[in-house]
């Protein structure tokens, strides 16, 4: 029912100036908020996104107005309040971290001073470390480590596009960028400084010979920065990639440090 009310919306847009059609839209923001609903859930097939949720979400921002927000001393401008409520709900959230109404930050979430957009879902144990961002709709699993400055993308458009997932027991290490629907299966680690988009190459260099993949770090995977060489009109030029170095082993404890995964496989750190 829900479902259908904001297809219909989504499809004819007078409909929202409509107070019933309002009411719908804040209807979902509200479930996202509580993780009653999810931009993208798994199931026994995969990951399945949820686009109508997504609709909901960018229906949202138009029949918002601006207003101005005062906390303390602090004043903010916006068309999104800010997410309370946070001993109740069982988050410890340190200054100066703030999150949006809309995303669900799950109990034993702690969130130092970062940033959580609309639409992003924050499992139990999980901790946002200082200066990371977990954008719009990113899925992050439970127990995962966002290490400082981790930026983790958002997507609200086009709705096709799958936002970035990152499994349970995922240690991203400090200043990692994750964006455009990259997917990090359970357990990996990421070294400090690894840029993952949908175009880079993933290579797996622990065979006889390079795996290349895109799009998907694969579980338990330990990956570090690396560059591959390549032709341009000017000449050869080094170009970022990932390389995966190594796996997880099944002995290390998950909450490991990213230097203890790293010295495993015989990186320096």
């Known amino acids: 029912m829900l479902q259908q009310t904001i297809e219909n919306i989504w499809d004819n847009r007078e409909l929202l100036k409509d107070a019933e059609s309002q009411a719908s839209i804040r209807e979902v923001i509200r479930q996202l908020d509580l993780g009653e609903l ?134 991203v290490g400090s200043r990692c960028i994750v964006v455009e629907g990259v997917h990090v299966e359970r357990e990996a680690v990421l070294g400090a400084n690894v840029v993952l988009t949908a175009s880079t190459k993933i290579i797996d260099v622990t065979g006889d010979t390079p795996v290349e993949i895109k799009g998907r770090v694969p579980a338990r995977s330990v990956v570090i920065p690396g560059s591959y060489t390549k032709q341009f009109p000017a000449g050869e030029f080094q170009v970022p990639c990932a390389l995966i170095i190594g796996q997880r082993k099944e002995s290390t404890d998950k909450k490991t440090s990213l230097n203890d995964a790293l010295r495993e496989n015989n990186v320096a750190v």
């Not at 199931?43 to 909901?56: L, S, Y």
């Not at 918002?64 to 005062?70: A, D, L, P, V």
Request: with cysteine; proline share 7%.
């Open 38 to 171: 999810r931009v993208a859930e798994p199931t026994a097939a995969g990951w399945k996104v949820n686009e109508w949720v997504k609709k909901a979400v960018v229906m949202y921002f138009p029949i918002q107005k601006m207003e101005t927000i005062e906390v303390g001393p602090f004043e903010f401008h916006d068309k999104m309040p800010l997410k309370r409520g946070y001993a109740e709900k069982g988050v410890r959230v340190v200054p100066h971290a703030v999150a949006r109404e809309g995303a669900y930050i799950a109990p034993g979430v702690i969130l130092m001073p970062s940033y959580v957009n609309i639409g992003a879902y924050v499992d139990s144990g999980t901790m946002v470390d200082t200066w990371a961002t977990v954008g719009s709709c990113a899925q992050i699993g439970k127990d995962v480590h966002l290490s400082g400055g981790v930026g983790i993308g958002g997507v609200l458009e086009p709705l096709q596009a799958a936002p970035v997932i990152i499994e349970d027991n995922v240690f």
